[in-house]
């Protein structure tokens, strides 16, 4: 069984700067995918962004990047510029990969890390 | 294109009661699941479905039920409530492909007291 762990329950920022959120996760598989989810105030799930496990390059989506570190198991996300409207709890996910058949997409998720982007 | 739907968006029930949680989602996806948010947690997965009558256990499947008739909709119920069931419970899908990259698209969720 995979687990995965966010170990800052709580962090915060000011406006225009650059937060990092951590997570590891625990696993035998080799193939699988790592996910960020956010969640606003409005408790909607919304995908932030994705790594496949078998990719070296770090993912990147605007103002998101993560950092990958597989030998680590490490899969950290980087906000830059931070705006008020990032201000979430934030979610690590894990989802095992069979190449050519299928995982059924089930998520691992860690428990969230609340993050408060002051003006 | 509504995405994933749920139904209601909040309910009190009494110890002992049952109810339906009703999700739809308009993707025509083959993957859907329930999770529960506890406070200040992350989600669990309670079932999980890969398409119509189709249905597994999850992660915490105990008191619950599910059924899958039809590729959009995938009720949750529940039997004979108790208080630990108090929690927000999610419905998602996802088209399970490498194309669609995976991503498993959300309902609004449902808040639950059980009292």
């Known amino acids: 069984a995979q687990t995965v762990t966010q170990s800052q329950p709580e962090m915060s920022v000011q406006e225009a700067e650059t937060v990092t959120l951590s997570c590891t996760y625990d696993t035998s598989e080799n193939n699988y995918y790592l996910f960020w989810y956010k969640q606003p105030p409005s408790r909607q799930m919304i995908l932030v962004i994705r790594q496949e496990a078998y990719k070296q390059q770090n993912a990147t989506e605007n103002r998101f990047s993560v950092n990958f570190q597989k030998a680590a198991k490490s899969f950290s996300l980087k906000i830059s510029d931070s705006q008020l409207g990032d201000t979430a709890m934030y979610f690590c996910?894990?989802?095992?990969?069979?190449?050519?058949?299928?995982?059924?997409?089930?998520?691992?998720f860690g428990q969230g890390t609340i993050l408060t982007v002051h003006p | 294109n509504a995405g994933v739907t749920q139904t209601p968006k909040f309910r009190i029930l009494k110890i002992g009661q049952s109810m339906t949680l009703q999700c739809t989602q308009d993707?025509?996806?083959?993957?859907m699941y329930w999770y529960r948010q506890d406070p200040g947690m992350g989600l669990k997965l309670i079932y999980y479905?890969?398409?119509?009558?189709?249905?597994d256990k999850g992660e915490v499947p105990n008191g619950y039920n599910v059924s899958r008739s039809t590729t959009e909709d995938f009720p949750l119920r529940l039997e004979l409530a108790a208080p630990s069931q108090t929690s927000v419970y999610f419905c998602a899908s996802t088209s399970g492909t490498y194309r669609g990259g995976y991503e498993q698209y959300f309902g609004p969720g449902t808040r639950l007291t059980v009292t």
């Open positions: 479905s890969v398409g119509a009558g189709i249905t």
């Open positions: 993707m025509n996806h083959n993957y």
């Open positions: 996910a894990f989802m095992k990969h069979v190449p050519g058949g299928t995982s059924y997409g089930k998520l691992t």
